[in-house]
């Protein structure tokens, strides 16, 4: 079934230790998201690819970077993640942007910081 | 910037009652979706509604969409244990590349 991989489901890193996240497609989609959710929180977009095109949002703390190497990977890294930045990630995807079309969710990865 | 928000944050029903949530956003919409997110899992895409005073139905859940475009509701009937979940709207801001601003979400809790 085509669908939305996150790798892996739970991941726990140090204080200040950089930590990639992963996400793969296989709906060939366009738009690749990256959100964070905290516990009881809506999801909060991080950024967008629409194919190579790279869309921060204005509040998104520059620890937090993407990579889009080809349609169907994207990947988070976090560079020095703080306490404050544990939380799930959600990758989604939509065949295309401008919120007129459905968004495929992964499962998520949990991210705990010791 | 825009906001969109939904009401009430919390619902706890016994089984059979009927549920309703409420969205509301602070600048007209091009159009709403609506997701539902079962208890450790991920947001899935219930319905976009798109036209103005669009009501859709899947079996026991109607969805509405304001005359205005600036609110949305989403009713269960005779809601079941498996209706269990957080329910997201989702507005789309407008323009062409607007993207999709999510409520804060209700959670239900349905009591057997």
Sequence with gaps: DAMVIQNPRYQVTQFGKPVTLSCSQTLNHNVMYWYQQKSSQAPKLLFHYYDKDFNNEADTPDNFQSRRPNTSFCFLDIRSPGLGDAAMYLCATSRGRGGDQPQHFGDGTRLSIL | GQQVMQIPQYQHVQEGEDFTTYCNSSTTLSNIQWYKQR????????????????VKK?????????????????????????????????????????????GQGTTLQVKP
């Excluded at chain 2, 899947?58 to 949305?72: I, M």
Aim: glycine residues 14%; hydrophobic residues 30%; positive net charge.
């Design chain 2, 58 to 102: 899947q079996k026991r859940l109607t969805f509405q969409f304001g005359e205005a475009k600036k609110n949305s509701s989403l009713h269960i009937t005779a809601t079941q244990t498996t209706d269990v979940g957080t329910y997201f709207c989702a507005g789309k801001e407008s323009g062409n590349t607007g993207k999709l601003i999510f």
């Design chain 2, 39 to 54: 208890p450790g899992g991920h947001p899935v895409f219930l319905i976009q509604l798109v036209k103005s005073g669009e």
